[in-house]
């Protein structure tokens, strides 16, 4: 290598060095420049940023840097507030005014303990406890100023800003939820009910329906099998006994479909205006020779509005059960009680043990006691007059008769005579 092109590489070397030194100068410069616009951001020193972009750059304000925030927080569709520590209202979004029934402006400064209501007084000094870091989830009820309600379920996270201690805090509405839960709870009792009347009816079908069954089977089989030898006298006891289980079947038969079509409503009243004297006196007559004496208080002027059929089938199980599980004297007893007309069927038996009064107009409900032991039944009857009751605008009870017995009421509309 000549002399002259040793002195040319060492110019060269010389001019890459001051050129790499003079870029990296330059980084550092735009490097302090930045670091400094990043502080004075964070002290307050400015108002604006300048982003470089291809098309010369764009200014960003601080006010249109947080005004997506700002946006999204108003339109949010849950409510949303900043608390103190204290748990003094910082602000509010408008959702969060709504939820309260109250303008937004109205809320700043006010205690959140006095908008909100908990079940457990735990609950809020929970919400207003949160630390830096953690979030607590718990439901309130916020409360109107006209005293109506909402429920919400209550989140708030503590934040730390610049050494003082915030809440967010955000509400959810829960109203639609909490009438999903009531309807899924009223569902779920009617499944229960269901269930348990689809439970007794097979303890009635498996014990009541298969019982005469039996015996009709029994007696029919014996007296196939045996005709040719069998008196004039076993055959017609032996055919009662069958004609006695039919009548239970038939009674038991009755009385399903009796209840069946009271819970599916289509047994619809036809009230008409009936003197009472008149209408129990008529009963009487026709049921003479299945039930024993009875006595009968009733004023001729008095007048009930009932769907006469109904009002049979009401005497048929107070009368029946009278003289099944009661005493005699058995009486009828009719007076007139502010806008209705009290009927009332007393008997002078044991009565019903006070532990099972509140079941006795349930459907398959039979005290056990001595009477009912030997005495066949459904347990519908009763339940199946407090239906017919209520659906001529009335209501079925119990009594107790003193100083003994039972004292079986239905309650119907009076009208003039």
């Not at 659906?391 to 509309?413: I, K, M, W």
Request: charged letters at 25%; proline letters at 5%.
């Amino acid at each position: 290598m000549s002399g002259e092109e040793t002195v040319t590489r060492a110019a060269d070397d010389q001019g890459d060095q001051e050129s790499v030194t003079g870029r990296e100068a330059a980084l550092l410069d735009e490097i302090g420049d930045l670091k400094a616009t990043v502080d004075a951001i964070r002290t307050g020193g400015i108002d604006a940023v300048m982003i470089p972009g291809p098309e010369g750059g764009s200014l960003y304000t601080l006010t249109s840097a947080d005004r997506p925030y700002r946006v999204l927080v108003e339109e949010m569709g849950d409510g949303a507030a900043t608390l103190s520590e204290g748990g003094i209202l910082l602000f509010a979004n408008q959702r969060f005014a709504d939820l309260l029934g109250v303008e937004r402006v109205s809320l700043l400064g006010r205690d959140l303990t006095d908008l909100v209501q908990a079940h457990d007084p735990t609950i809020l000094g929970e919400l207003l406890a949160t630390v830096p870091g953690t979030t607590v989830h718990h439901e309130l009820t916020l409360i109107h100023p006209d005293g109506q309600s909402t429920p919400v379920l209550a989140s708030a996270t503590g934040l730390d800003l610049d050494g003082s201690i915030v809440r967010c805090l955000i509400v959810t509405d829960l109203t639609e939820i909490m009438k999903a839960r009531q309807e899924a709870q009223r569902l779920s009792s009617e499944l229960k009910t269901s269930n348990d009347s689809l439970r007794d009816f097979v303890a009635v079908a498996s014990h009541d329906l298969r019982s005469p069954l039996v015996t009709i089977a029994g007696f029919t089989k014996i007296l196939a099998d045996n005709w040719a030898t069998l008196s004039d006298e076993v055959r017609l006891k032996q055919l009662g006994a069958i004609q006695r289980g039919v009548d239970r079947l038939s009674r038991l038969t009755n009385d399903l479909l009796a209840s069946a079509k009271v819970e599916a409503e289509a047994e619809q009243a036809q009230p008409e205006h009936i003197r009472l004297a008149t209408a129990l006196a008529s009963y009487l007559e026709a049921g003479r020779e299945e039930l024993g004496a009875v006595a009968v208080t009733c004023p001729s002027e008095l007048v009930a509005v009932v769907d006469p059929s109904h009002l049979t089938r009401i005497l048929d199980n107070y009368l029946g059960n009278a003289f099944k599980y009661g005493e005699p004297p058995i009486c009828i007893e009719a007076q007139r009680v502010g806008d209705f007309v009290e009927l009332r069927v007393r008997d002078h038996g044991p009565g019903v043990p006070p532990e099972f009064v509140s079941r006795l107009f349930t459907k398959f409900g039979r005290v056990n006691t001595p009477a009912t032991r030997v005495t066949q039944g459904t347990g519908l009857g009763l339940s199946i007059v407090k239906a017919l009751a209520e659906a001529n605008h009335g209501d079925a009870s119990y009594q107790q008769n003193e100083p003994t017995g039972g004292c079986f009421v239905v309650r119907l509309p009076a009208a003039v005579a």
